[in-house]
């Protein structure tokens, strides 16, 4: 095995500075634990360090697998003796690639994937590397789910943490309103139960603070009735009609009971099979839709929308994993990936307007603008319930440049996503999500992320992680080092 072989392991400290750990105190780490450790080159290194944005190019010189919350005791516990880098992967879908660090150890929580449910309790306990199909799949088979995004591909664990939300969040609220318990492992190599009842300062900063407070283990969430059979799918128009579907858009969010949730994308047509052929490779506007009511309601609420003359419609029952699999189409990892988000609470003409224009503007065929309507639940708790505010948001709006590694126009396309940025963000709520930054936000994108909750979230984070061991998460760590 590759430990053997070496004496000693050169990693990145917790500033940046060498690090040399004597390989003995790698074994005997090994010799802990019951989950694996990798080092690069080994079997299973590369797939352990692989994330969703091909831009992120970082690579740890040390990967451990936990197979139980004591494993991550011992990997906590061996970053901060020997100072070296720590970060924590989930699903590793966020964009800037936080769930690595350069040189140092990153903990693939990828071994604990089990989702155990108490369908009379409706609770679901479920471990740090599910993924949210897995989470689906297992509460569906009760006909019961908690609010979760829709790439089933996506880590539970970062999404969670940094507020989450889906098509059930007009009924549910966040992710984080489901949340009712977490086991975490804290700097000091302890693992603590964080709710309403223990450590409730941490509890609430969990609900959207980040993984800035320790390495989770496992979350338990509130499940609801939902289908299993639900109404979704997708409705298409050309693109020359997108002043008018854009206003059918606000008319029908405006008009939507909970139950119905609407997301709008304008790209370019995929050739795929699925696509009409006259519009393949042409620029359209589309609508995903997700009801959850009952079917006759839900025939009634989407009328307006089929009868709008789309050039495709594919609505219909289907199992809500299923909706859950394919609402916004299948997103592969291996494209590169430059995004920005704000929270909206209105749409109004100016807004619509500028928002057709910049996907006039778009200069790759994968890249695309989208809207997802929230509200309704969102708006049910006190801002300062959870870390994760934004109770004022009605839609988030994403500006989402996707391009091929190979692609030599990466500048372009990021010049696109920052001038469409620019252009939509006077329209804002002033809060943006963190969990849709880029690697390169700067301080005044957090602190508007976290708004009222960044000095209630520093407080937590001296509490906890005083020497700020958890600091691969740029939500504190850039407004910490600018002297809060
Ligand atoms: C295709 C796609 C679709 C998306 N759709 C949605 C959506 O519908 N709704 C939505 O709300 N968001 C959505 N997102 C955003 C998503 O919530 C974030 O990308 C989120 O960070 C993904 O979590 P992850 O575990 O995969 O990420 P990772 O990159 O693994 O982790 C993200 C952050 O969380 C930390 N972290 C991960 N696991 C732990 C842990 N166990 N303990 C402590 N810290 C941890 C990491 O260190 C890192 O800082 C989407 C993203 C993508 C790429």
Not at 38 to 61: C, H, S, Y
């Amino acid at each position: 095995m590759a430990l053997n072989l070496r004496s000693r392991f050169e990693m990145s400290g917790r500033d940046g500075e060498p690090v040399e750990v004597d390989s003995h105190h790698v074994r005997a780490l090994a010799a802990r634990i019951h989950g694996s450790i990798l080092t690069p080159g080994e079997i299973g290194f590369d797939e352990a360090v692989q994330t969703w944005n091909a831009m992120v190019k970082k690579r740890p010189a040390l990967v451990i697998q936990p197979a139980s919350s004591q494993d991550v005791v011992q990997a906590v516990k061996f970053a901060k003796s020997h100072h070296t880098l720590l970060s924590v992967k989930g699903g590793g879908h966020h964009l800037a690639g936080m769930s690595l660090t350069d040189g140092g150890l990153t903990l693939d929580m990828s071994r604990l994937r089990s989702v155990e449910v108490d369908p009379d309790r409706r609770r679901a306990v479920v471990g740090a590397g599910c993924r949210l199909g897995d989470v689906d799949r297992a509460t569906q088979a009760y006909g019961l789910a908690t609010v979760l995004g829709s790439d089933a591909d996506t880590g539970v664990a970062g999404l969670t943490l940094g507020g989450g939300f889906g098509a059930l969040s007009r009924r549910f609220g966040w992710t984080v309103d489901n949340l009712e318990e977490v086991d975490v492992v804290t700097a000091d190599g302890q693992l603590l139960r964080a709710s309403e009842i223990e450590n409730a300062d941490l509890f609430w900063a969990l609900k959207g603070g980040g993984g800035n407070f320790g390495a989770v283990t496992r979350f338990t969430f509130r499940l609801h009735e939902v289908g299993p059979v639900i109404t979704g799918g997708n409705i298409v128009w050309g693109a020359e009609r997108a002043t008018q579907v854009l206003d059918l858009y606000r008319e029908a969010t405006q008009a939507a009971p909970r139950e119905l949730t609407l997301a709008l994308t304008m790209r370019v047509a995929p050739s795929a099979p699925s696509m009409p052929e006259r519009i393949r490779g042409k620029p359209i506007i589309a609508m995903q839709v997700c009801h959850t009511g009952d079917f006759a309601q839900a025939r009634k609420d989407l009328a307006p929308l089929r009868a709008f003359e789309p050039v495709l419609v594919t609505v219909g029952q289907r199992p809500y994993v299923e909706q859950q699999r394919v609402l916004g189409g299948p997103q592969p990892n291996g494209f590169q990936q430059y995004w920005k988000s704000e929270f909206v609470s209105g749409l109004p003409g100016a807004f619509l307007s500028a928002f057709r224009r910049q996907a006039d503007l778009i200069t790759a065929p994968r890249s695309q603008v989208i809207l997802f309507q929230l509200g309704g639940a969102v708006a049910d708790c006190e801002p300062a319930a959870t870390a994760f505010g934004n109770r004022d948001a009605e839609h988030v709006f994403l500006v989402a440049g996707t391009w091929l590694p190979e692609d030599s126009g990466a500048e372009t396309h990021i010049g696109w996503v920052r001038s469409s940025w620019k252009a939509l963000a006077p329209f804002s709520t002033g809060g943006n999500y963190a969990n849709a930054h880029s690697g390169d936000e700067d301080e005044s994108r957090i602190r508007a992320a976290y708004r009222d909750s960044l000095d209630r979230l520093l407080e937590v984070k001296t509490a906890y992680d005083p020497e700020n061991l958890f600091r691969g998460n740029l939500t504190l760590s850039a407004a910490q080092s600018n002297g809060r």
